[in-house]
């Protein structure tokens, strides 16, 4: 037991001689105390000319041709971003209809019965996938806020 605290202080007297020897060896000039606040150095940064001769570019036309290339970029993204209402909507079949019916039958019996294990899991994850997407965004808000408010009783560990 000796011999192990002996050779814990050792290495701890070892350890704080090298650290004492690394900051020791650090050259004066990289002192914090010696450097200038940060603001300083940005009023320096930005009181320096800079001469456009000196790069080739002029900086205004330079930011103007930033600008110009944003505001193509963002305007050809607002063209291919339209509504979903402006897409056109293809009428779903009787037998898509059929099967949603079912899916949201399906989706309320799982949930009035209070209890959500592996099977009720997956089987949501099948009949959500049938369903359109504010269908799906609802029947997923129910199930939410009965695990919630405890109508719904998880019995898995796994994600629900």
Known sequence: MVRLFSICALSVVIGVGFGWALRASRPPDTNESAAPPRAQVAQLVLSQQQPAASSGFDLAQLHAAIAEELAAASGSQARNRQPTAAKEQ????????????????????????????????????????????EQARQALQQVLIGLNNGTIHALTKAPL
């Open 90 to 133: 293809v009428p779903a079949s009787a037998e898509l209809i059929a099967q949603r019916r079912e899916a949201l039958q399906d989706i309320q019996g799982m949930i009035s019965a209070g209890e959500w294990g592996n099977n009720e899991r997956m089987e949501f994850q099948q009949r959500i996938a049938v369903l359109d997407p």
